[in-house]
């Protein structure tokens, strides 16, 4: 049977691959992939935990996380639209001009 601490083992290793993910990529689409990773597996988490105490708080708070999640790729996704039209590319390494 599937108990609360597999779930959270999951979460875990999804968590543990976004972050991963977040420290190693040098570009800025793999960069909010990961990001989203890490949401999901604190919504996995939320919900097992929730599950688990019989408790609806731990979806609604995961509503609101995917809520939060959702605005962040909008928000995202037009800045790295903006950004490749006027440096063509997606790099990290190429944020250092942004330095004042």
Known sequence: MIGIYHYLILSG???????????????????????EILLNS???GLVAVGNYWNDLGGQIFALF?????????????????AWYK???????????????
């Open 42 to 44: 604190v919504n996995v």
């Open 86 to 100: 006027k440096h063509h590319s997606l790099n990290l390494d190429d944020l250092q001009i942004m330095k004042g």
């Open 13 to 35: 290793l999804m968590f543990a691959i976004g972050l991963y993910g977040m420290l190693r990529r040098k570009n800025l689409l793999m960069l909010f992939f990961s990001t």
């Open 65 to 81: 996380v995917l809520a939060v999640a959702a605005s962040e790729v909008a928000v995202g996704v037009g800045l790295l639209i």
